[in-house]
C-alpha cells in the first residue's frame, strides 16, 4: 500500500495529538464531507459558510478513516469513536502539511495566475505533460487560502510535475501561496479588469499578479504575456526579485513563444508556433484565439521543464473542454439541431470578449442564428455600469444579431444595443431560462456565458434536459 502521508508523518508535521486507534497511513486528504473516500483524512476546515466540524458525523459515515479537528471544538463534537489528530488550528495543519509536500517532492513545479485563463491553462498543462511523466494538477479552480495547501497536501511524493493555480480576490493573497508552492515556473496568463471592485486600477492588479514573483525558486523562470498592456510593469516587477529567466509568449514579434499565425477551423484551431526558433503547425482541440494565447504559455513552460515537447503537441490536438468552460452540445430539436456552448462558469469582460470572437466564428445551419445568451458580470465595482455597457462593441464587431439578457447589470448592455440587434432582456436567469427553452431553434448556436452569482449553469441544464 502507498499512502499518501504516514499518519505518524502527519503527526510528526502538525505537531498534533493522536487519540484514538490510528490507522498506519491515509490515501487522500478530503475536505468535503459529501465526497470523501473510505482510507482518507478528513480535514474540518472552517470555510466562509459552513464549518468541517459540523460535518464529521456525515464525514465518518462516508467512511473517514481519521479526522483532522481543532482543539477548541473537541468538547462540541460529541463522542466520536472514530481516530483523530487533534490541532490547535486545522487550516494551519493543512498549510504544515503542503509545505511538507513541497520539500519532500523533486517534481518540476509550475504555478499558474492571471485574471482569467488559469484553470483552462492548468487544464491544458496537465494534459500536456502527462506524456511526458507522473502530473498532479490542482482539481477545478482550487486556488486560494485552502484550495492551494490542500492541492499540494494531496501530492503524491513520486509526482514529476505538479501544476498550481494561484488566484486572489485582493492584493496581498497570491504572497503566502506561492511561498509554499515554490514554482520552478510562474506564469502570469493575462492581466485585465476582474475583480475590479477590489481594485483602483488595473495596474494595482497587476502589481498583486507580480507577487507571484516573489515565491519563485532560485535559477526559476516566470512567462509573461508579451502582447499585454501590463508587459512593462510586470517585466520590471520580476527584475526586481531578482528572477534570472524571463520569458513571454503572445503575438508579439519579440515573443519568445510566438504564436505566427491561427486559423479557426471547424473542430478548433490551427496554429503557427515559433518555438527556439522552429516553427509547428498545430492542431488545439478547443477553439478560440484566447485558447491558442493559452496555448503558447502551455509550450512555453513545456519547454522549459523538459518535458517533451512533441507529445505536449499530441496532446494539445486532442484537448477536452472543461465543464462550464466551453464544452459543447448537439442536441436535437424538432428534426434538427442545434449547438449548446457553455460557458456558464464564470465571466468578466475579457472573457465574454473570447467567446463572443468565438460565438462569431462558429458555424450555424440553415436559418440558424448565433445568440450571445449572457448574465451579469459581477465584482466590477464602481465600473460595472461602464464595463456592461462596452460590450456592445465586441458584439457588433462579431456580427452577433441575437442577444439574450438576464440580470440587472445587463440592463445597461441591453441600453447600448442598437436597434439592429434583437434584444431580450430579463431580470432574472429563471425568466430567461423558460425563454430560451420555448424559442431556440433549429440550426441556432447559443452561447451561454455569466458570472456564477447568477447560475446560468440552470439555462445550460434545462436545454440539455429538455433537447
Ligand atoms: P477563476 O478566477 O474563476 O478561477 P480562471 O482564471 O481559472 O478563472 P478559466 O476558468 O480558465 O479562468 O476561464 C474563464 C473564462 O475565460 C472562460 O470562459 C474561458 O473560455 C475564458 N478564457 C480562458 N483563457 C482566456 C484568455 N487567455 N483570455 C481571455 N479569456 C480566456
Ligand atoms: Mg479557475
Redesign the pocket.
Known sequence: MSWLWTVADMIAITAGRPVGNLPTGITGISIDSRTVKPGEAFFAIKGDRVDGHDYTSFAVANGAGLLVVAEAKLPALGRLTVPMIVVEDVLAALGKLAIAARQRTSARIIAVT?????????EMLRQALALSGRVHAAVA?F?NHWGVPLTLARMPADTEFGVF?I?MNHSGEIRPLVKMVRPHVAII??I?P?HLGNFNNIEEIAAAKAEIFEGVEQGGSVILNRDNAQFEQLEEAAQEQGIEHILTFGQHAKADFRLADFESTTTGSTIWAILNGETSELHLNIP?R??A??AMAVLGAVAITGANLDRAFEALGSLEA?KG??QRHHLQINGGSFLLID?S???NP??M???IAVLAETPTQGHGRRVAVLGDMLEMGEFSAQLHEELAGPLLAAGIEHVWLAGEAMAALRDALPDSVTVIWFPTTAELTDFALQWVQPGDALMV?SSLGLGFGKIVAALLDKY
Open positions: 492571471g485574471s482569467v485563463g488559469k484553470t483552462t491553462t492548468k479552480s486556488n493555480e488566484g496568463t493575462t485585465a476582474a478560440g484566447h485558447i494565447d493559452n472543461v468552460r466551453g460557458e462558469y464564470n465571466a475579457a472573457s470578449r473570447a467567446s456565458k
